[in-house]
Antibody
Framework: QLQLQESGPGLVKPSETLSLTCTVS??????????GGWVRQPPGKGLEWIGS???????YYNPSLKGRVTISVDTSKNQFSLNLSSVTATDTAVYYC??????????WGQGTQVTVSS | EIVLTQSPGTLSLSPGERATLSCRAS???????LTWYQQKPGQAPRPLTY???SRATGIPDRFSGTGSGTDFTLTISRLEPEDFAVYYC?????????FGQGTKVEI
């Protein structure tokens, strides 16, 4: 049973880059057809898909984030990471990492609060 | 981009009652790639049904998903106290994932 854990700074300054890492335990992330994903939830709002990376190759991003997103994987550490550049207050949210296959996400990390503020 | 619209925004019901939640897509979605999630305060979402109608591991049979094309429904046959939460639908298509805005089921 895979378990996921997000890590990274809880406070980021405006215009800087938000960087988070998801560490996967309980199995290898290199299984074919599987992907990792990042989803965020602003305070009091719904879920927003940020992007996904297939561990066999290929990354896909939410067009609304306009090229600010990069997701990468480090198979040697069983981790995948999120970089979101030029952040503003609207990027304040709980950020979840998740994994899955066949179009859905399971399991999920517990989520990490990221606040954008000077 | 496919937009998912959930209705109603809030559903006020009592334990034991039936809940019917709707998810409508702006264009046709493969039923293979339609998933429902439940989220409770302070918790990550957990999947309830995938492939539009298959229940995820450990999900009780009072939860059922149906639908095809652009119209999908999650039904909770008899609400238990632990079912009061927010529910989201999610679709995958053309290497893009999208979520609906959620339906809150409250007492």
């Amino acid at each position: 049973q895979l378990q996921l854990q997000e890590s990274g700074p809880g406070l980021v300054k405006p215009s800087e880059t938000l960087s988070l890492t998801c560490t996967v335990s309980g199995g290898s992330i290199t299984r074919s057809r599987y992907y990792g994903g990042w989803v965020r939830q602003p305070p009091g709002k719904g879920l927003e898909w940020i992007g996904s990376i297939y561990f066999s190759g290929g990354t896909y991003y939410n067009p609304s984030l306009k090229g600010r997103v990069t997701i990468s994987v480090d198979t040697s550490k069983n981790q995948f990471s999120l970089n979101l550049s030029s952040v503003t207050a609207t990027d304040t949210a709980v950020y979840y990492c998740t994994s899955g296959f066949a179009g859905w996400f399971d399991p999920w990390g517990q989520g990490t609060q990221v606040t954008v503020s000077s | 981009e496919i937009v998912l619209t959930q209705s109603p925004g809030t559903l006020s019901l009592s334990p034991g009652e039936r809940a019917t939640l709707s998810c409508r897509a702006s264009q046709s979605v493969s039923s293979t790639y339609l998933t429902w999630y439940q989220q409770k305060p302070g918790q990550a979402p957990r999947p309830l049904t995938y492939g539009a109608s298959s229940r995820a591991t450990g999900i009780p049979d009072r939860f059922s998903g149906t639908g095809s094309g652009t119209d999908f429904t999650l039904t909770i046959s008899r609400l238990e106290p632990e079912d009061f939460a927010v529910y989201y639908c999610q679709q995958y298509g053309s290497s893009t994932w999208t979520f609906g805005q959620g339906t809150k089921v409250e007492i």
